[in-house]
């Protein structure tokens, strides 16, 4: 099945504990994104990749980290969480980044920053 | 820059009526345009799409209309049921360079539709 998978789903940590939230996909996607869902904000672009070894900052990379070594992997890496990134986290894919591609998103990782 | 604005909610109906929520959007060059919904407890899934103007996208009975003389693309479904109820989110990816596929969204409506 196609699909985008995110791990974990779920996760409470404190304050400046380094974390890293794994994205995966099986379609052979060249391009991946992260975004961050608040309440009244929508959906905002944190990074993205355009393929392998190329990433870059979307419009709220304050405070993230990824990396793109495989095609398939795209881990989003929190080195010093504060409270203000207590959100719910998408990751997301597609053949490339054109404005026509449909873009597939994983179920999401909630994450609490104590 | 590039922006897209939704009509608020929550927006609550009985089954079978009528829906239509708003979006509106600005873009520097000729974005493509999106409905996602996102179920509870879910991810957001694709509903459906229009990449040109005067294009219609349609999926489950929804639809929406690419109208670039009014920078509108408003979806609709004639009779709604109990499992219509979720958010749904209209977003752009612009067709100029700098885009680099940024999604850019509203910030949802959510809808609840009652028995």
């Known amino acids: 099945e196609a699909q985008v998978t995110q791990n974990p789903r779920y996760l409470i940590t404190v304050t400046g504990k380094k974390l890293t939230v794994t994205c995966s996909q099986n379609?052979?996607?060249?391009?991946m994104s992260w975004y961050r869902q608040d309440p009244g904000l929508g959906l905002r672009q944190i990074y993205y990749s355009m393929n392998v070894e190329v990433t870059d900052k979307g419009d709220v990379p304050e405070g993230y980290k990824v990396s793109r070594k495989e095609k398939r992997n795209f881990p989003l890496i929190l080195e010093s969480p504060s409270p203000n990134q207590t959100s719910l986290y998408f990751c997301?894919?597609?053949?490339?980044?054109?404005?026509?591609?449909?873009?597939?998103f994983g179920p999401g990782t909630r994450l609490l920053v104590l | 820059g590039d922006s897209v604005t939704q009509m608020e909610g929550p927006v609550t109906l009985s089954e079978e009526a009528f829906l239509t929520i708003n979006c509106t959007y600005t873009?520097?060059?000729?974005?493509?345009l999106f409905w996602y919904v996102q179920y509870p407890g879910e991810g957001l899934q694709l509903l459906l799409k229009?990449?040109?103007?005067?294009d219609k996208g349609s999926n489950k009975g929804f639809e929406a209309t690419y109208r670039k003389e009014t920078t509108s693309f408003h979806l609709e479904k004639g009779s709604v049921q109990v499992s219509d109820s979720a958010v749904y989110f209209c977003?752009?990816?612009?067709?100029?360079?700098?885009?680099?596929?940024?999604?850019?969204f509203g910030k949802g409506t959510k809808l609840s539709v009652k028995p």
């Open positions: 229009a990449t040109k103007a005067d």
């Open positions: 379609m052979n996607h060249e391009y």
């Open positions: 873009a520097t060059g000729y974005p493509s």
């Open positions: 997301a894919s597609s053949i490339t980044y054109r404005a026509q591609e449909t873009q597939y």
């Open positions: 977003a752009l990816i612009d067709s100029y360079g700098g885009s680099q596929g940024n999604l850019i």
